[in-house]
């Protein structure tokens, strides 16, 4: 470990342990990359998202009450449902018509159940592939849910739900326009989730299942947005993050920690998730438009060029801010990259210098290139070391 490491780790230890945080010197710290050695990061991505207050005396008693609200959450939402469903059938003549599956009333809390179904089958089929370039999410966590994997239990789980339920024979699909498009299989080459990863056996749990569980209580606690593809790929490295800290204290509780800080991230973000909002001043289609717009300002010859081929910011931003770039780079570059975005004092405002400056960086393949050969470029994006790209999207903003 080199001094110069050395020095900022002590730099940020020194910064966490006053009484109170000054935030200001933890973003400019944070900015140029926070050091993963001692739960750095950790302790600074809850403190960025606003899951810890800047008042370290208050930090222990807030984490026990969110971790036993998250608990209650489990209780309510997973396992209470669950219960019902396995108790369905044990006592036949207890059941009303306002209990029955079969009640056609839209309010019923089975009409509920089979809805949340059909949310949860696309949550089990994104969760299952993410980030497949590493095997992480798919080996047993350390920590399992005791609530739920407890072997007195008789209740349904998640995956029991997923085995189980009536809509496996479909693929369901929510775009972000929040329409549920379900075809059946024989129309759809779309792999089965069920059997691309082996299931576990009973007591055990991979990490992609405690991510599934995060998206579906999110989900059924905002059912004005509940879930859109894409918010796998933001969940993920906020919990990969707090699963490997290398306090197992803090470890142990990573499934609920990653629920807030998920949640307070979304809060910030989630316009770009809801369609009817595209074109307002919070919407996605203005960012991608700001994006053109910085870019004209800092290379014109560039952005004619791109208008000329009618490469339209849709093409290629559109993924690049909704999920953070993690689509883009290796996770642990996107980890990298989120320290500087959640320090960002404007939230966010950077992501659209960091869009721009991957642009600036491929011009001279962008000038040469015709329409086919540049939107490859921009799919698929070449140049993988982000601290070149983090250090030109500083000199872009430096030079306004």
Not at 95 to 100: G, L
Not at 172 to 188: E, F, I, L, W, Y
Not at 208 to 226: D, Q, S
Not at 296 to 312: H, P, S
Request: with cysteine; glycine share 4%.
């Amino acid at each position: 470990m080199s001094s110069r490491h050395q020095s900022r780790i002590a730099d940020f230890q020194d910064v966490l342990r006053e009484p109170k945080i000054a935030l200001g010197k933890l973003r400019e710290l944070s900015f140029s990359g926070i050091p993963c050695e001692g739960g750095l990061r950790c302790l600074c991505w809850k403190i960025l998202l606003n899951y810890l207050p800047l008042e370290r005396a208050s930090w222990t008693s807030i984490l026990a009450k969110q971790r036993e609200l998250y608990s209650q959450f489990l209780r309510e939402m997973i396992i209470q449902p669950g219960i019902a469903k396995a108790n369905l059938g044990v006592s036949r003549e207890d059941v009303t018509f306002e209990d029955h599956p079969l009640n056609p009333n839209p309010d019923s809390r089975w009409n509920t159940y089979f809805k949340d179904n059909e949310v949860l089958l696309q949550i089990d089929k994104d969760v299952r592939r993410l980030c497949p370039d590493i095997s992480f999410f798919q080996r047993p966590t350390d920590y399992p849910c005791l609530l739920i994997l407890d072997p007195q239990n008789e209740f349904e789980t998640l995956r029991k739900r997923v085995e189980q339920t009536t809509l496996k024979s479909q693929t369901v699909a929510k775009n972000r326009s929040g329409v549920t498009n379900m075809s059946s299989p024989h129309k759809s080459p779309a792999p089965n989730s069920l059997s691309e990863y082996q299931v576990l056996p009973n007591g055990c749990e991979a990490h992609w299942e405690v991510v599934e569980r995060i998206l579906f209580i999110y989900a059924k606690l905002n059912p004005g947005i509940a879930y859109v593809q894409g918010m796998n790929e933001i969940v993920g490295p906020l919990y990969y993050t707090f699963a490997t800290d290398p306090n197992s204290e803090w470890k142990e509780h990573a499934e609920a920690d990653t629920f807030f800080c998920f949640t307070n991230l979304m809060s910030e973000i989630r316009d770009n998730f809801i369609k009817s909002l595209d074109d307002s001043q919070c919407g996605i289609t203005y960012k991608m438009e700001k994006v053109y717009s910085t870019l004209k300002e800092k290379d014109v010859e560039l952005y004619l060029k791109l208008q000329e081929q009618n490469i339209k910011p849709q093409f290629f931003a559109f993924r690049w801010l909704t999920l953070l770039l993690s689509q883009e780079f290796l996770l642990p570059d996107v980890i990298r990259i989120w320290d500087t975005l959640f320090a960002d004092d404007n939230r966010f405002d950077f992501l659209l210098l960091v869009c721009c400056a991957m642009l600036v960086l491929i011009r001279e393949q962008l000038l040469g290139g015709d329409f086919t050969l540049n939107m490859r470029l921009l799919q698929d994006y070449p140049i993988t070391d982000v601290h070149h790209i983090l250090q030109k999207a500083k000199e872009l903003q430096d030079s306004k």
